[in-house]
């Protein structure tokens, strides 16, 4: 009987226990039921390195994005003690530099959290191992002129430690403080009732129905006292920024436990949208959801290991990175500005009016009286919040203007602003700042230097939508402009040559980007619309100096610039200037013409040509341009220029030197040309995925690059 009783509670005892399954060497999944609830602890352990494999397993993509995606500039950083933290750090570095000041309060970078973590020295851990170091993961005495015990002096020893903890030897264990691997428990051993950690770890609990693991619950079940999700949230907190209850969640992702539960694509996609970064989880690691393709729903990412500048991971929803399988996200839907500067106008009329700033309000807005306006002149640096909203609310798509005073923006416009202030009597050469809670989170122009590109004196400046708040950094590519002195002369903004673009009239086409720079011995311009409205095409302006501009292209001539008419798809320009000469300075005016003959001017880049002698001299018949994109899926082109006419060959090898196909074996006329391999071999057959290497020949000049082709 007693024999009968020991089996009996050995059952029990076992029946009760959480379940445990060890997925791989970085992944194990833990399952509890808490009052009825069933929840799954993941325990993630990324190493610092990636596998053995992962150049082949791997895939990049760099440049330009494709055509329905959209990519978030945030900071790209290698693994610094915990994949997650390290992940999270990336994060709120990327909403330091974007309004949301004090995530990073060291000095490097002028207090601004940089791009990478190569400001900061590497570190020598027990293991002899080269630890990576940034402060905004890990705090570490001595880094960035730290006089106390951090991070990694406290809790690390070297990957997959389990502990003690360094500091139970001292008996002091630092508060808590500026780093995110604090508050998310990672690498944490001895937290009496909190669970643990092993050197490089982080726990995330997650809901096995697939439903959301919001931080409420995690209180409620008693969770979030370990959970890296909860704890990224109370390091926000620390920060001085409001995570409304909610806002936080972990989440599987549909299908990977329940088929019709579970965060989708499309939620990611309006995450992105929304410009909020994700924390991907894969079995074993953790990495920054930072971007995405619509078409194919892949997932551009930071990973940790593969931070090169330029370089973006991807992977496709719902499938595997690095042969680890995706099970999930960490959200925090953090709070963001619903107020934009949409334009600036520097008047002709008496005194140089109007001179005012129009915003746009992205959402409805409780209490407009959260939000300032301040303008920095003639690049001399901040002068803070100047003026002040009233204490009233906003509707979603209202435009409201400040200006400087009110007759001559009535006489102007035809209405009256919204609001005047003496803090707006600005000229074509200063910078505004918008304020929200005390905080830079939009600007227009260069706080601390004098305009170039930007000038808009006696003319206007207009964000291209969509686009912005930019934070504290002025991102000139998401601006279109009238041009200097475009006003000059006019009387009203209704019968100008070029009228300020009032209102709901949403500008033509909407810039994404526009870009110059150095091809070989040619500038290469580029730039990619988010949209177009009737445009019938582009011109390119350029001067040197103070010289007149002149059209060196325009739709009418050049093909390759002409417009889409109306589409609500990003499209893809180019224009190479062969004219140049090398240590000359260019500058480069964008214009797209309507149906109705008008045209807008858009962006001006300004460039010097920096030519390499060998390979101006190299080539004198065959000039190579552009491979893109690259890697592919559907169609590569090859783009380049003959000086003289000549025959071209174009032939495509594999990996061991086999021709595959030959793409053109013909005389050709001197000029730009387009060549385009849709993946096939020379029997019409599709090929393997993979590296292959492209060389292209003309008279005595020959050039050989690799492409990759993905299936």
């Avoid at 990957?159 to 428990?185: F, I, N």
């Avoid at 019409?684 to 060389?695: A, L, Q, R, T």
Wanted: hydrophobic content about 35%.
């Amino acid at each position: 009987m007693k024999k009968l009783l020991l089996v009996s509670l050995i059952v029990f005892l076992c029946a009760s226990l959480p379940a445990q399954v060890i997925v791989n060497d970085n992944f194990s999944v833990t399952t509890e039921i808490i009052n009825g609830e069933s929840i799954d602890q993941c325990v993630i352990n990324g190493p610092s390195t990636p596998p053995p494999n992962y150049e082949d397993i791997s895939i990049h993509t760099s440049g330009v994005p494709p055509y329905d995606a959209l990519t978030l500039a945030v900071p790209a950083t290698d693994w610094c003690f915990g994949c997650s933290a390290t992940s999270a750090a990336m994060i709120a570095g990327y909403y330091d530099r974007n309004g949301y000041p004090n995530m990073y309060v060291g000095p490097t970078n002028g207090g601004i959290f940089p791009m990478n973590n190569d400001p900061w020295p590497d570190w020598v851990d027990a293991a002899l191992a080269i630890r990576h170091q940034n402060p905004l993961s890990a705090t570490h005495m001595g880094l960035d002129g730290r006089a106390t015990a951090g991070h990694v002096d406290d809790y690390w020893i070297q990957a997959d430690a389990p502990g003690p903890d360094p500091w139970v030897s001292g008996g002091t264990e630092h508060t808590y403080g500026h780093c995110t691997g604090d508050y998310m428990k990672t690498n944490q051993w001895v937290n009496p009732g909190e669970g643990f950690n092993v050197d490089g770890s982080t726990v995330f609990n997650n809901f096995t129905d697939g439903s959301p693991t919001y931080d409420t619950d995690l209180e409620g079940y008693g969770l979030d006292i370990y959970d890296g999700g909860y704890g990224w949230k109370l390091f926000y907190q620390s920060r001085g920024y409001t995570v409304p209850d909610g806002a936080m969640f972990n989440q599987y992702i549909q299908g990977y436990k329940d088929p019709t539960n579970g965060f989708t694509f499309d939620m990611y996609r309006a995450m992105i949208d929304k410009r909020i970064p994700v924390l991907i989880h894969v079995e074993g690691h953790t990495m920054v959801g930072m971007g995405y393709q619509a078409s194919t729903q892949k997932v551009f990412l930071h990973n940790t290991w593969d931070t090169s500048t330029g370089t973006t991971n991807e992977m496709v929803w719902g499938t595997s990175y690095a042969g680890m399988a995706h099970y999930g996200v960490t959200v925090i839907d953090l709070p963001q500005p619903l107020l934009v500067i949409n334009g600036v106008i520097d008047g002709p009329l008496t005194g140089g009016n109007p001179k005012a700033v129009e915003l746009y309000v992205v959402d409805a807005i409780a209490d407009l009286s959260e939000y300032g306006l301040g303008s920095a002149n003639d690049g001399g640096g901040t002068d803070g919040q100047e003026f002040t909203f009233p204490a009233v609310g906003a509707n979603a798509g209202d435009f409201i203007w400040v200006a400087s005073e009110a007759t001559q923006f009535t006489n102007w416009f035809g209405d009256p602003p919204d609001y005047t202030s003496g803090a707006l009597a600005i000229d074509g050469d200063d910078a505004i700042e918008l304020f929200w809670n005390g905080n830079v989170v939009d600007v227009f122009g260069e706080i601390n230097s004098t305009p170039g590109a930007w000038d808009y004196e006696d003319g206007w400046a207009h964000r291209n939508c969509p686009s912005g708040p930019d934070g504290s950094t002025f991102v000139l590519g998401n601006w279109a402009f009238s041009g200097i002195n475009a006003l000059d002369g006019e009387t009203t903004n209704g019968t100008a040559a070029t009228p300020y673009p009032d209102g709901e009239a949403p500008l033509p086409v909407e810039l994404a980007y526009f870009i110059a720079e150095m091809q070989k011995a040619t500038i290469l311009l580029k730039w990619l619309t988010e949209s177009e409205i009737e445009n019938l095409g582009f011109i390119i302006e350029k001067r040197t100096g103070d010289t007149d501009w002149v059209t060196i292209a325009s739709y009418k001539s050049h093909p390759d610039l002409m417009g889409q008419g109306s589409t609500s798809n990003q499209t893809e320009y180019q224009f190479i200037d062969h004219a140049v000469k090398d240590g000359v300075t260019y500058e480069y005016r964008l214009a797209d013409v309507d149906y109705e003959g008008i045209v807008n001017y858009n962006s001006t880049r300004v460039i010097t040509a920096e030519m390499d002698k060998s390979l101006i001299t190299r080539h004198n018949q065959l000039r190579l341009h552009s491979v893109f994109p690259n890697p592919f899926n559907s169609i590569i082109n090859i783009e380049y220029e003959l000086i003289n006419s000549e025959k071209v060959n174009i032939n495509i090898y594999d990996i061991n030197g086999k021709l595959v196909t030959t793409l053109l074996d013909e005389q050709q006329d001197s000029g730009w040309h387009n060549v385009r391999w849709n993946g096939l071999d020379k029997y019409g057959n599709e090929v393997p995925g993979g590296v292959y290497i492209s060389k292209i020949s003309s008279g005595s000049d020959v050039e050989t690059f690799k492409i990759m082709y993905l299936k």
